[in-house]
């Protein structure tokens, strides 16, 4: 079978800032989907590929809702890097989910290689089901893959009336804080908690200045990365992200990210018993298998005192928060996750941009595979996340 065009394959150079927006013109246009048309044909692209239908339409709704945040480098044109995985028999098509041990508000899962996105799903219901049964649970995965967005999960969990934190480790994308070798993830860890009326307040992020994979954003929309993002392989400053994908990618807050991302691998990764440090492998490599870890903490609201009493006080952290006197620099203060939330409210609207690039990826898989592409929706061709 043809492999599909990566974005390694892409020649302009690009750029993109950690609000998601381009600071210069990428060359080729991009194309506008109705995400529900987009989530169709990634779900028929998976099952084409052997993917039972509840995870092929899982593992497309978590990248369409990565396009819904703004989180575009976890969105569509990861979905020919899953497809390679699922072709070279790194990542398997049918998850199954072993239970290693379960002494009940623990519990130690192996995903057998399959699609980490299936398998952390597995892990909320657990998770959620373990904590409201016991307080608090802790559910240990081993042996998964790249899941996408860590908060796709902990929301789940919170929509569910808990708190809970997520991490999970990811292939070596830094150096240790002083060293110039790669050895540590991005590790991203995400907590989310109701929030009342204001639904869910949660953070996402990875200890590093971003996650690596807006470099293969920017290389995908053929743009440069800003200062503070990477180095390459000589350890000098760059704002080429192919250089900067050969090389390091910055920890967040100096020493402070690569302190984070060490114990985040502890958690994930050590702990778990899965592959830690640069023993994981990453979505961009096709024939390696993944052995990323996950470490999921849920309490239930519940377990502490009133829930009712916890959204108020949660309603009135957020509102003193968001009520707050803005800088000179801002025209206003968001609280977590409410960035992702007005994103997604706003493309359900107007639709996703897919780069050129990441058009002609999905166009090679509806070929190879026999399904339809999305058809291209009305609308300008930027938009403030793009
Ligand atoms: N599965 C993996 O291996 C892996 C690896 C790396 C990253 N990721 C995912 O990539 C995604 C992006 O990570 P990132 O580190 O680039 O995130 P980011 O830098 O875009 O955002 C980090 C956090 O800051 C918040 N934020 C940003 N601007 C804000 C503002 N103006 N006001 C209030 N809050 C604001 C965001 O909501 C988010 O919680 C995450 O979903 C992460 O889980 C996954």
Known sequence: MPSVPRP????????????????????????????DDLHAF???????????????????????????????SHGALRLPWYIERLRSGAM????????????????????????????????????????????????????????????????????AGCVAFLATNASAAMAAW??????????????????????????????????????????????SIPDGWAADAQGHPTTDPAAGIEGLILPMAGPKGYVIAFLMDVLAGVLTGSSF????????????????????LTVDVAVMGDP???SARMETLVDRTRG???????????TPGELEDRNRARHEREGILLAAHTWASLATLAEQTGTTLPPAAQGADTDSTY
């Open 8 to 35: 390694e394959q892409a020649t302009e150079q690009s750029t993109e800032q950690a609000t998601g927006q381009a600071t210069e013109q990428p060359t080729e246009h991009p194309t506008r989907v109705r995400p």
């Open 42 to 72: 990634m779900t028929a692209t998976l099952r084409a590929e052997g993917v039972p239908d509840a995870d092929a339409q899982l593992l497309s709704d978590t990248l369409v809702v990565a396009e819904l945040w703004g989180h575009a």
């Open 92 to 159: 398997r098509t049918v998850t199954d989910v072993a239970t290693v041990t379960d002494s009940g508000a623990v519990v130690v899962l192996d995903g057998r290689d399959g699609i980490g996105q299936v398998i952390t799903n597995h892990a909320v219901d657990l998770g959620v089901e373990r904590a409201k049964a016991h307080g608090v649970s802790a559910i240990g995965v081993r042996n998964s893959g790249h899941f996408g967005t860590a908060a796709y999960f902990t929301r789940r969990a919170a929509d």
């Open 178 to 223: 002083g060293g110039r070798t790669k050895s540590i993830g991005t590790n991203p860890w995400s907590i989310a908690a109701p929030a009342g009326r204001h639904g869910v307040v949660v953070m996402d992020l990875a200890n590093t200045a971003v996650a690596r994979g807006k470099l293969y954003l920017a290389k995908e929309r053929g743009t």
């Open 277 to 296: 440090g640069a023993d994981v492998g990453g979505p961009y490599e096709p024939g390696r298998r993944s052995g990323a870890g996950h470490l999921l």
């Open 308 to 310: 009712r009493e916890f």
């Open 324 to 334: 707050g006197e803005p800088a000179g620099w801002a025209s206003e203060i968001l």
